[in-house]
């Protein structure tokens, strides 16, 4: 008899699963399962009449699906990584800030975003001022910098006047000449 850990065609509802079965399911789950764990937990996540630490437990079991779900290949970690942002972002925003849990922390948040990012914002001014003349990898940086940087103009609001937040803000800015 197959267990449901074993299943991954439709015919698994997981949807109808509560959070702590499909957790675990999920810390073994590959492929095609942790997207329906992702696309589940994300409509718990965004649901609006559950309580918020409802919410943030989906949102981390959305978190731990992202993370798990990407290979280690260089647009796929970017992706993920991204994802990530975008997802804490949103948590912070809609569900409010939580500096006990580093994924829920603007601050983190901030300095993972400056981690993350390979070029100073001299450096990718002088590169986007003429990215048309690029080689495509170049072309390609510049991007990713533009996508992991695309939650900085709501996270701004969130952080303490500081030399992060004021590097962060020049990443806003900068962003708009980015390709």
Do not use: C
Not at 63 to 83: I, P
Not at 117 to 122: M, V
């Amino acid at each position: 008899m197959s267990t449901s850990a074993d299943q991954q065609g439709p015919e698994q509802d997981l949807s109808t699963w509560a959070i702590e079965p499909l957790q675990s399911f999920a810390m073994d789950a590959r492929g095609r399962q942790l997207e329906a764990v992702r696309i589940v937990a994300q409509g718990h996540a965004y649901h609006s009449d559950q309580p918020q630490e409802v919410r943030r437990q989906w949102a981390k079991l959305l978190l731990l699906a992202n993370r798990r779900m990407h290979s280690d290949s260089t647009g796929d970690q970017s992706r993920a990584v991204q994802q990530d942002f975008m997802l804490r972002m949103w948590v912070i925003d809609q569900l409010g800030s939580d500096d006990k849990d580093p994924d829920w922390s603007p601050e983190t948040l901030a300095s993972e975003t400056v981690a993350a990012l390979d070029l100073t914002p001299p450096q990718a001014s002088a590169l986007a001022g003429r990215w048309r003349d690029l080689a495509i990898e170049q072309i390609r940086d510049l991007r990713r910098h533009k996508n992991l940087t695309a939650h900085l103009d709501r996270l701004v609001n969130h952080i303490e006047p500081s030399p992060t937040r004021d590097q962060l803000l020049i990443w806003t800015e900068l962003r708009r000449f980015l390709p």
